[in-house]
Every structure is written in C-alpha cells, then in structure tokens.
C-alpha cells in the first residue's frame, strides 16, 4: 500500500539558510500535519491542513511557514535557520477527521 | 493543559519476559489514546489505539486498556521478543478539526536474547 512521502529523507543546511521540506500524503487523503522531533524527545506537533486551509497551530516558530497545495502535498519552509533547528521533521496524513494518522519516514534536518 | 505522561526508559528485558510501560493522561473530555512505535531509523507506527473508556486496543501481542478512572494506558505484552526493541509513545488526540497528537516522552524498550 501506498504510504506517506517526504523528500528530501535528509538535509543539511547552515545557519540562517533556507530549507523546504515536503510532504505527499498517502492517495485520498486531505489532511496533513506537521511534526519536529528534537534529538531525544517526543514529537511536537507545528501545523496542520485540511482541504489546503490551515487547520490548527501548533508550537510552530515565526520563521516558519507551510501550505498544503491543489493536490493535497504540503510543503514546510524554514527561514533564517538555527542550529535549534536540527531535528527530525516527520509528516502524517490522514483523511477527514479520522483518528489514525500515517507517518512518513521523516526529514532529517541538521543545521551546522 | 493536556499531557501525557509515561515510564522512562530505557526498559531492558529478557527475551519472553513480560513487559509493561506505564502511561497515564491529563486531559479534559474524553479523548483517544494511542501508542505508537518507531524503530531505529524510521518514522512512527500506530501500534493500538483505544477510542473511549473501557476499549481494550491490541495488536502484535501488546494490548492496553483506557482506563478514565485512573487516566491511564498502560501497554503491556506477555512474552517480548527481541524484535519489540524500539522506542514505544503514549499519545493522546481528540480528534476532529484538532486532531492533533499530544504524546509523551517515549520510553525505549531494549530486549536481550
């Protein structure tokens, strides 16, 4: 079965680079959220979208933004980067309101 | 605020051993508990979910139980194998336009042939 996508599956940027993240939810699923694991910790939910209108925010910081297009992929953009940054991006999808989010492999961002 | 809270790690078990990790929740209303895996190197997995009190959720061999009384989930398996060693999250959601998944720390459970 098709499962969630995201590319790149690992980047390296400097600090107060740009970086953009991006998401392909599995087929026929409308909703997509966002999550930054830190070295160690529990995922923290950033943001999500249904039907490519922002559904809720979560601890997502200034310098960040995302969207979710026509065709349900979301994109995470990460301005003025901090070594804070480095960490791993995971995305899930889902369709509708169900409870069972699917996970993709995850980004794995390092900021040097 | 909303919050989970589970045992922490790491967990080190002998093949076939029984395992338990304790979760306990914080929360208003009546939300959906879930325990997710992640191997090393990959993203999460739905391990079992429970969607109102008193649901039992199961899979692979590990069940846990929602309990309101005592806020709790607590994951347990009879007999481990060394392929269970993996981080193992407690989370909660509530679904709806906010769906998102608050969870706990993680708790690694490591098992030794």
């Known amino acids: 079965a098709a499962g969630v996508i995201q590319s790149p599956r690992h980047l390296i940027k400097e600090k107060r680079e740009t970086a953009t993240l991006k998401c392909y939810p599995i087929p026929r699923h409308d909703t997509v959220y966002w999550y930054q694991q830190g070295p160690g910790q529990d995922p923290q939910f950033l943001i999500s979208f249904y039907e490519k209108m922002q559904s809720d925010k979560g601890s997502i910081p200034d310098r960040f933004s995302a969207q979710q297009f026509s065709d349900y992929h979301s994109e995470l953009n990460m301005s003025s980067l901090e070594l804070g940054d480095s960490a791993l991006y995971f995305c899930?999808?889902?369709?509708?309101?169900?409870?069972?989010?699917?996970f993709g492999p995850g980004t794995r961002l390092t900021v040097t | 605020g909303n919050s989970v809270t589970q045992m922490e790690g790491p967990v080190t078990l002998s093949e076939e051993a029984f395992l338990t990790i304790n979760c306990t929740y914080t929360?208003?209303?009546?939300?959906?508990l879930f325990w997710y895996v992640q191997y090393p190197g990959e993203g999460l997995q739905l391990l079992l979910k429970?969607?109102?009190?008193?649901d039992k959720g199961s899979n692979k061999g590990f069940e846990a139980t929602y309990r309101k009384e005592t806020t709790s989930f607590h994951l347990e398996k009879g007999s481990v194998q060394v392929s269970d060693s993996a981080v193992y999250f407690c989370?909660?959601?509530?679904?709806?336009?906010?769906?998102?998944?608050?969870f706990g720390t993680g708790t690694l459970l490591a098992v030794q042939p």
């Open positions: 989370a909660l959601s509530y679904g709806g336009a906010t769906n998102k998944l608050i």
């Open positions: 899930a999808s889902t369709r509708g309101d169900s409870y069972e989010q699917y």
């Open positions: 929360a208003t209303g009546y939300p959906s």
């Open positions: 429970a969607t109102k009190a008193d």
